[in-house]
């Protein structure tokens, strides 16, 4: 499976959306989303286009909190 190299942070909150996150607060380039039952926070780098490094992480973490596959969660991207 291959990430894409052309998502932007816009982009990426949308899809977190999808799944029960929710824009906390932005300070900068940070911005901050948390699951609506406070279970997880998301920092995501308001980047065009995210780095793949950081895309694989954020993408690997919610995955595994939520119990969800990450080609899903790619293919929603």
């Known amino acids: 499976m291959r990430l894409p190299r052309d998502v932007d942070a816009d982009k990426l909150v949308c899809v977190l959306a999808q799944y029960g996150y929710s824009l906390t607060r932005q300070v900068g380039s940070h911005i901050r989303l948390t699951k609506q039952d406070a ?29 969800l596959d ?8």
């Open 39 to 67: 279970s997880q926070n998301v920092t995501i780098l308001n980047y065009s286009p995210i780095k793949i490094g950081t895309l694989h992480k954020i993408i690997k973490d919610v995955c595994s909190a939520n119990n």
């Open 70 to 77: 990450v080609s899903e969660f790619v293919t929603k991207i």
